[in-house]
């Protein structure tokens, strides 16, 4: 067997083993695990479309003051969907804000599969929706991107520039597809060798964050990362924010894993997050 045919025999048999590898940006689950309903939250169940017409669900939960500060956009990570989120972000409500939280295609209740160009599209779909509902200030938005959802804020506010949006704040993020597709596949021994063209091969930069986070400014960035992050690792963080420019804040938590800000550290980090968004939508 020549070189070449041997090489391209690996690769498939690589593709077999790790489904497309698709899972390692997308693990989606239709089960439901925490509702509004369940701890006792007024919520509004919403179905919109993404650019393709693909059907996305979400919740939206009003500020329990019936006062809204601002509004708070959700964009979650790459497993399983919003309600496995929720607890994460659910005080929000509780402190003066709308909450809106929705699921990429694929997940939860929405329709269709998970890509990178659809999930893209159904983040700026989202914030679409949002900034049209006759009940939310269009002036008055922050976007909030854990782990996938903080790199699809970060693409999407750099490239787009969407007005409106006061503050970005992202956990867990990562830097560029090609770079963690790489880290993860230096972790397995059958992929470790073939890392480089397997990630050329098989995940494209087109909607990473990279070139396009210097475009956010002049809308203040918050990065948060945690230092033990094995799923994203902490200089995945310490890149964005050397690409950023002014206003940005970085946040260290250390010894945190990964999107830990709103879990483990809430005691910390609650009442220290709901002062930024106070700071930015006054």
Known sequence: MKIKDAFWLLVSLVLALIPGCNQLFYNPTSLEYLTPKQLGFAYENVYFHSQDGTKLHGWFLPAQSGNAKGTIIHYHGNSENLSHYFFHVFYFAQRSYNLFMFDYRGYGKSSGEATPQGVYEDAIAALNYVKNRPDVHPDKLIVFGQSLGGALALRMMGEIKPEGIVAVVTEGAFYAYQQIAEEKMQEVWFTKLLKYPLSLLLFDDDYAP?????NIAPVPLLIVHGTRDNVVPYHHGSQIFKAAQEPKQMWTIDNGKHVQMLTKYRSIYRDRLI????????
């Open 275 to 282: 002062a930024f968004f106070d700071s930015h939508v006054d």
């Open 210 to 214: 990279a070139p396009v986070i210097k």
